[in-house]
């Protein structure tokens, strides 16, 4: 390959972590006030760390680590009103298909005091971080790593050897879960699964060939996108199940019908194959 494509191919790995990171600096500027905002950062915090993924051996990981390393942190701080939100739109969607007018009524009740407890969590968070002023400052800190990252350095085959190794843990951890079943082992079908999806759709913006070992990548980013869709909705409602325990353990009331309804799964799950 020659060294003008390598140049291209980081110009343009370059310019995708800028714009991401754009994305995420407007994201949190809208966040406190309004939900999607905490959504749509977390997309581009997943999106900046799955592109530092494919990135980290040509860049260096000396380079690339605190990087990620401060990302995630990042990420995390949001995670539980995130997941507040998650519970809510659940819940919202569970009353709207509620079959009887009693079941109704139990997720009216359920929605004021989730929607009570997400209220406290922003105001918390909101305490801690007015206006989420400081986690902008981060963001713009990071911007300027990335900028300086030697993106130089990046070329198509490191982006392929990236994604193979990428297929590879995504595939152990789909064996894990169908083995285990169990709910932290789906999660982590669910976060490799994401991560592939989104350097999947990393290689199609740097105009980079998708392949693993020189093979074309036998599995459609659509079907990676359903899974991803399945495996969400698995994790939501497993979220929402939490919260109703928590929610059943400060309640005194008991609300069976919210229990019986909180697990229901509309289509199975299709693994990659």
Known sequence: MSPRTTTRTGERAAALAAHEA??????????????AGVHEARKSLRRLRSLLALARSA?????????DDELRALTKSL????????VLDTAQRMARD?????EATNWEALLALL???????????????PGFVR????????????????????????????????????ERAQATALASGRVDDLHAWRRRSRRLRMQLAAFRKLRVRRQVHGHPLAVAPRHIAELVD????????????Q?????????ARAIPVAKRRRTAIHSPIHPLT
């Open 22 to 35: 754009r994305a995420l600096v407007a994201a949190l500027a809208i966040a406190p006030g309004e939900p």
């Open 59 to 67: 860049l260096g990981k000396e380079a690339v680590d605190p990087v």
């Open 79 to 86: 995670s539980a009103l995130r997941d507040g939100q998650v």
């Open 98 to 102: 509620a079959g009887t007018s009693d």
């Open 115 to 129: 929607s009570r407890q997400q209220e406290h969590r922003l105001a918390e968070a909101l305490r801690d971080d």
């Open 135 to 170: 986690r902008q400052a981060l963001a713009h800190r990071q911007a300027e790593r990335l900028r300086q990252l030697p993106w130089h350095r990046l070329h198509g085959g490191d982006l392929r050897n990236a994604l193979a190794r990428s297929v590879q843990r995504q």
């Open 230 to 241: 399945q495996l969400g909705l698995l994790q939501d409602l497993a979220l929402l199940q």
């Open 243 to 251: 919260a109703l325990v928590t929610l059943e353990q400060a309640q």
